[in-house]
Protein backbone atom coordinates (compact mmCIF):
# COMPACT_ATOMS: atom_id res chain seq x y z
CA UNK A 1 0.00 0.00 0.00
CA UNK A 2 1.24 3.40 -0.75
CA UNK A 3 3.31 5.39 2.07
CA UNK A 4 3.48 9.06 2.62
CA UNK A 5 5.79 9.17 0.46
CA UNK A 6 4.31 7.62 -2.89
CA UNK A 7 1.27 9.59 -1.80
CA UNK A 8 3.07 12.85 -1.67
CA UNK A 9 4.75 12.05 -4.85
CA UNK A 10 0.91 11.72 -6.53
CA UNK A 11 -0.28 14.70 -4.65
CA UNK A 12 2.50 17.15 -6.31
CA UNK A 13 1.47 15.42 -9.77
CA UNK A 14 -2.31 16.57 -9.27
CA UNK A 15 -0.99 20.01 -7.86
CA UNK A 16 0.60 21.01 -11.26
CA UNK A 17 -1.84 18.60 -13.69
CA UNK A 18 -5.90 18.87 -12.51
CA UNK A 19 -5.81 21.76 -9.81
CA UNK A 20 -8.01 24.60 -10.77
CA UNK A 21 -9.78 22.27 -13.84
CA UNK A 22 -13.56 22.57 -13.63
CA UNK A 23 -15.20 19.40 -14.23
CA UNK A 24 -17.03 18.96 -17.52
CA UNK A 25 -18.39 15.36 -16.43
CA UNK A 26 -17.60 12.36 -14.70
CA UNK A 27 -17.92 8.52 -15.51
CA UNK A 28 -17.87 5.86 -12.94
CA UNK A 29 -17.04 2.79 -14.96
CA UNK A 30 -17.15 0.01 -11.74
CA UNK A 31 -19.26 0.49 -8.62
CA UNK A 32 -16.66 -0.79 -6.05
CA UNK A 33 -14.41 2.41 -7.26
CA UNK A 34 -17.27 4.64 -5.46
CA UNK A 35 -18.41 2.34 -2.72
CA UNK A 36 -17.09 4.76 0.04
CA UNK A 37 -19.62 7.29 -1.38
CA UNK A 38 -22.38 5.69 -0.10
CA UNK A 39 -25.16 7.88 -2.56
CA UNK A 40 -23.95 5.71 -5.46
CA UNK A 41 -22.22 6.58 -8.68
CA UNK A 42 -25.13 8.84 -10.47
CA UNK A 43 -24.77 10.78 -7.33
CA UNK A 44 -20.88 10.74 -7.22
CA UNK A 45 -20.40 11.86 -10.86
CA UNK A 46 -23.54 14.57 -11.14
CA UNK A 47 -21.99 16.07 -7.40
CA UNK A 48 -18.48 16.70 -9.84
CA UNK A 49 -19.97 18.13 -12.60
CA UNK A 50 -19.26 21.85 -12.91
CA UNK A 51 -17.04 21.73 -9.68
CA UNK A 52 -13.97 23.11 -9.69
CA UNK A 53 -11.50 21.29 -7.87
CA UNK A 54 -8.88 23.19 -5.66
CA UNK A 55 -5.52 22.23 -4.59
CA UNK A 56 -4.90 18.92 -3.59
CA UNK A 57 -4.00 18.30 0.26
CA UNK A 58 -2.85 15.35 2.27
CA UNK A 59 -1.88 13.67 5.86
CA UNK A 60 -0.24 10.50 6.15
CA UNK A 61 -1.29 8.32 3.53
CA UNK A 62 -4.66 10.20 2.57
CA UNK A 63 -5.38 12.68 -0.52
CA UNK A 64 -7.88 14.38 -1.00
CA UNK A 65 -9.08 17.26 -3.35
CA UNK A 66 -11.50 20.42 -1.72
CA UNK A 67 -14.22 21.27 -4.15
CA UNK A 68 -13.93 25.37 -4.28
CA UNK A 69 -16.45 26.86 -2.62
CA UNK A 70 -18.47 23.77 -1.81
CA UNK A 71 -17.40 22.85 1.87
CA UNK A 72 -16.81 19.18 0.19
CA UNK A 73 -13.55 17.12 -0.55
CA UNK A 74 -12.92 14.32 -2.86
CA UNK A 75 -10.86 11.61 -1.65
CA UNK A 76 -8.86 9.32 -3.04
CA UNK A 77 -7.85 6.33 -1.18
CA UNK A 78 -5.53 4.23 -2.85
CA UNK A 79 -5.24 0.98 -1.37
CA UNK A 80 -2.97 -1.66 -2.67
CA UNK A 81 -3.29 -0.60 -6.37
CA UNK A 82 -5.49 2.22 -7.05
CA UNK A 83 -3.69 5.01 -9.47
CA UNK A 84 -4.55 8.71 -10.07
CA UNK A 85 -3.28 9.04 -13.95
CA UNK A 86 -3.12 12.34 -15.85
CA UNK A 87 -4.09 10.88 -19.58
CA UNK A 88 -4.62 12.67 -23.11
CA UNK A 89 -8.61 12.35 -23.64
CA UNK A 90 -7.31 10.31 -27.05
CA UNK A 91 -5.27 7.59 -25.12
CA UNK A 92 -6.55 4.09 -24.87
CA UNK A 93 -8.17 3.08 -21.49
CA UNK A 94 -6.51 1.31 -19.01
CA UNK A 95 -7.71 -2.33 -18.57
CA UNK A 96 -8.86 -1.66 -14.74
CA UNK A 97 -10.00 2.01 -15.63
CA UNK A 98 -12.65 2.64 -12.90
CA UNK A 99 -13.25 6.45 -13.24
CA UNK A 100 -12.76 9.26 -15.67
CA UNK A 101 -12.83 12.99 -14.97
CA UNK A 102 -12.98 15.16 -18.01
CA UNK A 103 -12.48 18.90 -17.82
CA UNK A 104 -13.90 21.58 -19.42
CA UNK A 105 -10.84 23.03 -20.70
CA UNK A 106 -8.55 23.08 -23.88
CA UNK A 107 -5.41 21.02 -22.42
CA UNK A 108 -6.66 18.07 -23.96
CA UNK A 109 -6.21 15.98 -20.60
CA UNK A 110 -8.42 14.20 -18.23
CA UNK A 111 -7.99 12.24 -14.81
CA UNK A 112 -8.56 8.57 -14.44
CA UNK A 113 -8.68 6.26 -11.53
CA UNK A 114 -7.21 3.21 -12.38
CA UNK A 115 -7.37 0.31 -10.15
CA UNK A 116 -6.51 -3.33 -10.44
CA UNK A 117 -7.82 -4.89 -7.17
CA UNK A 118 -10.42 -2.73 -6.48
CA UNK A 119 -9.67 -2.32 -2.99
CA UNK A 120 -8.86 1.62 -3.29
CA UNK A 121 -11.96 4.31 -4.41
CA UNK A 122 -12.92 7.87 -4.73
CA UNK A 123 -15.41 9.82 -2.40
CA UNK A 124 -17.22 12.76 -1.72
CA UNK A 125 -17.02 13.93 2.21
CA UNK A 126 -18.00 17.12 4.11
CA UNK A 127 -14.78 19.02 4.87
CA UNK A 128 -14.26 19.70 9.13
CA UNK A 129 -13.42 23.30 10.08
CA UNK A 130 -10.02 22.25 10.18
CA UNK A 131 -9.84 21.42 6.41
CA UNK A 132 -10.13 17.82 6.54
CA UNK A 133 -12.56 15.28 4.98
CA UNK A 134 -14.68 14.70 8.45
CA UNK A 135 -13.94 10.32 8.19
CA UNK A 136 -10.55 11.24 8.23
CA UNK A 137 -10.41 13.68 11.40
CA UNK A 138 -9.30 11.28 13.88
CA UNK A 139 -5.83 10.94 11.79
CA UNK A 140 -2.62 12.43 13.33
CA UNK A 141 -0.43 14.76 11.63
CA UNK A 142 2.58 12.99 9.95
CA UNK A 143 6.00 13.76 10.94
CA UNK A 144 6.92 16.00 7.54
CA UNK A 145 4.07 18.49 8.53
CA UNK A 146 5.46 21.58 9.90
CA UNK A 147 2.73 21.31 13.01
CA UNK A 148 3.62 17.86 13.78
CA UNK A 149 4.34 18.34 18.02
CA UNK A 150 7.78 16.14 18.38
CA UNK A 151 7.13 16.06 22.37
CA UNK A 152 3.18 15.30 22.29
CA UNK A 153 3.95 12.27 20.19
CA UNK A 154 7.28 11.40 22.53
CA UNK A 155 4.93 12.08 25.80
CA UNK A 156 2.34 9.03 23.68
CA UNK A 157 4.86 7.14 22.81
CA UNK A 158 5.92 6.39 26.16
CA UNK A 159 1.83 6.02 27.55
CA UNK A 160 1.09 3.71 24.75
CA UNK A 161 2.01 0.49 26.20
CA UNK A 162 3.01 -1.28 23.22
CA UNK A 163 6.06 -1.67 21.04
CA UNK A 164 7.80 0.33 18.56
CA UNK A 165 6.62 -0.82 15.02
CA UNK A 166 3.01 -1.00 16.51
CA UNK A 167 2.97 2.73 17.02
CA UNK A 168 4.88 3.71 14.12
CA UNK A 169 2.17 1.98 12.17
CA UNK A 170 -0.78 3.55 14.41
CA UNK A 171 -2.07 6.21 12.30
CA UNK A 172 -4.07 8.28 15.16
CA UNK A 173 -0.30 8.55 16.57
CA UNK A 174 1.61 9.27 13.69
CA UNK A 175 0.36 9.13 10.02
CA UNK A 176 2.13 8.04 6.92
CA UNK A 177 4.37 5.44 8.06
CA UNK A 178 3.85 2.04 6.73
CA UNK A 179 5.42 -0.89 6.76
CA UNK A 180 8.29 -0.13 4.47
CA UNK A 181 9.53 3.12 6.13
CA UNK A 182 8.67 1.60 9.74
CA UNK A 183 11.56 -0.66 8.67
CA UNK A 184 13.82 1.06 7.47
CA UNK A 185 14.03 4.10 10.02
CA UNK A 186 14.22 1.26 12.64
CA UNK A 187 17.41 -0.44 10.71
CA UNK A 188 18.83 3.39 10.81
CA UNK A 189 17.99 3.76 14.58
CA UNK A 190 19.39 0.35 15.24
CA UNK A 191 16.04 -0.50 17.03
CA UNK A 192 14.31 -3.97 16.95
CA UNK A 193 10.78 -3.85 15.92
CA UNK A 194 9.51 -5.55 18.92
CA UNK A 195 11.13 -2.93 21.24
CA UNK A 196 8.83 -1.73 24.27
CA UNK A 197 7.36 2.39 23.68
CA UNK A 198 7.86 2.42 27.48
CA UNK A 199 11.48 2.54 27.25
CA UNK A 200 12.10 5.43 25.00
CA UNK A 201 14.05 8.25 26.28
CA UNK A 202 13.51 11.86 24.49
CA UNK A 203 16.80 12.03 23.00
CA UNK A 204 16.02 8.15 21.53
CA UNK A 205 12.81 9.32 19.97
CA UNK A 206 14.34 12.65 18.79
CA UNK A 207 16.48 10.22 16.84
CA UNK A 208 13.75 8.05 15.35
CA UNK A 209 11.93 10.89 14.23
CA UNK A 210 15.17 11.92 12.84
CA UNK A 211 15.52 8.39 10.78
CA UNK A 212 11.74 8.86 9.78
CA UNK A 213 12.05 12.18 8.65
CA UNK A 214 15.10 11.30 6.58
CA UNK A 215 14.07 7.83 4.98
CA UNK A 216 10.72 9.79 3.61
CA UNK A 217 12.75 12.58 2.25
CA UNK A 218 15.06 10.16 0.20
CA UNK A 219 12.40 8.33 -0.99
CA UNK A 220 10.46 11.33 -2.16
CA UNK A 221 13.30 12.64 -3.99
CA UNK A 222 13.50 9.32 -5.98
CA UNK A 223 9.89 9.46 -6.80
CA UNK A 224 8.53 6.91 -4.13
CA UNK A 225 9.30 2.77 -3.67
CA UNK A 226 7.81 0.77 -6.84
CA UNK A 227 8.59 -2.89 -6.60
CA UNK A 228 5.60 -3.24 -9.17
CA UNK A 229 3.82 -1.50 -11.97
CA UNK A 230 0.88 -1.06 -8.98
CA UNK A 231 2.47 2.43 -7.71
CA UNK A 232 3.46 5.25 -10.53
CA UNK A 233 3.04 9.15 -10.55
CA UNK A 234 0.30 10.56 -12.25
CA UNK A 235 2.46 10.37 -15.47
CA UNK A 236 2.38 6.68 -15.39
CA UNK A 237 6.18 6.58 -13.98
CA UNK A 238 7.90 4.14 -11.22
CA UNK A 239 9.84 5.58 -8.60
CA UNK A 240 13.36 3.82 -7.84
CA UNK A 241 13.75 4.26 -4.00
CA UNK A 242 13.78 0.46 -3.84
CA UNK A 243 17.12 0.43 -4.86
CA UNK A 244 18.32 2.16 -1.71
CA UNK A 245 16.14 -0.13 0.53
CA UNK A 246 19.15 -0.98 3.81
CA UNK A 247 16.21 -3.26 5.22
CA UNK A 248 12.82 -4.25 4.05
CA UNK A 249 12.66 -7.04 1.02
CA UNK A 250 16.57 -7.73 1.53
CA UNK A 251 16.30 -11.22 3.68
CA UNK A 252 18.98 -12.93 3.50
CA UNK A 253 21.65 -9.92 1.53
CA UNK A 254 24.56 -8.28 3.58
CA UNK A 255 23.73 -5.66 5.99
CA UNK A 256 25.23 -2.51 4.48
CA UNK A 257 26.34 -1.43 7.75
CA UNK A 258 28.18 -4.84 9.47
CA UNK A 259 27.57 -7.17 6.45
CA UNK A 260 24.96 -9.58 8.59
CA UNK A 261 22.23 -11.08 6.64
CA UNK A 262 19.32 -9.40 6.87
CA UNK A 263 16.67 -11.50 8.19
CA UNK A 264 12.62 -11.49 7.70
CA UNK A 265 10.02 -12.63 10.55
CA UNK A 266 6.22 -12.71 9.98
CA UNK A 267 4.79 -10.05 12.01
CA UNK A 268 0.90 -8.86 11.70
CA UNK A 269 -0.04 -10.13 8.64
CA UNK A 270 3.39 -8.55 7.01
CA UNK A 271 7.22 -9.05 7.50
CA UNK A 272 9.41 -7.05 9.34
CA UNK A 273 13.08 -7.54 8.23
CA UNK A 274 15.56 -6.46 10.24
CA UNK A 275 19.71 -6.97 11.32
CA UNK A 276 20.19 -9.29 13.83
CA UNK A 277 23.27 -7.53 14.99
CA UNK A 278 22.43 -4.23 14.58
CA UNK A 279 18.97 -4.30 15.69
CA UNK A 280 19.13 -6.75 18.64
CA UNK A 281 16.32 -8.19 19.91
CA UNK A 282 14.60 -7.03 23.37
CA UNK A 283 15.39 -9.65 26.29
CA UNK A 284 12.35 -11.49 27.40
CA UNK A 285 10.74 -10.60 30.68
Known sequence: MPELPEVEVVRRGLAQWAA????????VLH??????HLAGGDDFAGALKGRTLGEPMRRGKYLWIPLAGEGRDLLAHLGMSGQLLVRPESAPDEKHLRIRVRFDDDR???LRFVDQRTFGGLSLHPETPEGLPDVIAHIARDPLDP???DAAFTAALRRKRTTIKRA????SLISGVGNIYADEALWRSRVHYERETSGFTRPATATLLGHVRDVMNAALAQGGTSFDALYVNVNGESGYFDRSLDAYGREGEACHRC???IRRR????RSSY???NCQRPPRAR
Not at 266 to 269: K, L, S, T
Request: aromatic share 8%; glycine share 8%.
Open 20 to 27: HRTVAGAE
Open 31 to 36: PRAVRR
Open 108 to 110: GTE
Open 147 to 149: RFD
Open 168 to 171: LLDQ
Open 259 to 261: GTP
Open 266 to 269: PWMN
Open 274 to 276: YCP
